[in-house]
């Protein structure tokens, strides 16, 4: 389908997603529709933490290092686009009645 990006996500297992964290794909779908995945490309290189690469695998099921940095570069690009509704509303009532808001 034209104007999405290519499935490079594994699918999830089956635990429930944290309602603040975004998906993988709706990043990459926002990063496509801004045109940012499209054009000339750039060579990125880096040497990263075992640990860390390997949490973010796992975390997002991406195999590939260019890929999984696609999608991390995808996240800082699009951040202030994603919206948070469902974390904005999961916030309701959680400041306790007895804290002093005043400054």
Same mark, same amino acid.
């Given at each position: ?15 429930? $997603?944290?309602?603040?964290?975004? =998906? ?5 779908? +926002?990063?496509?529709?801004? !045109? @940012? &995945?499209?054009? /000339? ?7 990263? $933490?075992?640990?860390?690469?390997? =949490? ?5 099921? +991406?195999?590939?290092?260019? !890929? @999984? &940095?696609?999608? /991390? ?27 002093? &808001?005043?400054?």
């Amino acid at each position: 389908m034209p104007g999405t990006p290519k499935n490079k996500i594994a699918p999830r297992s089956s635990s429930p $997603p944290s309602p603040n964290r975004r =998906k993988p794909e709706d990043v990459l779908v +926002i990063a496509e529709e801004k !045109d @940012l &995945l499209r054009g /000339a490309t750039k060579i990125v290189r880096g040497r990263m $933490p075992a640990a860390l690469v390997n =949490k973010a695998k796992a975390r997002t099921g +991406i195999q590939s290092d260019t !890929d @999984l &940095l696609e999608l /991390a570069l995808a996240s800082l690009a699009v951040s202030d686009d994603y919206p948070y509704p469902e974390w904005l509303l999961s916030r309701k009532r959680t400041v306790r009645p007895d804290m002093d &808001l005043e400054f």
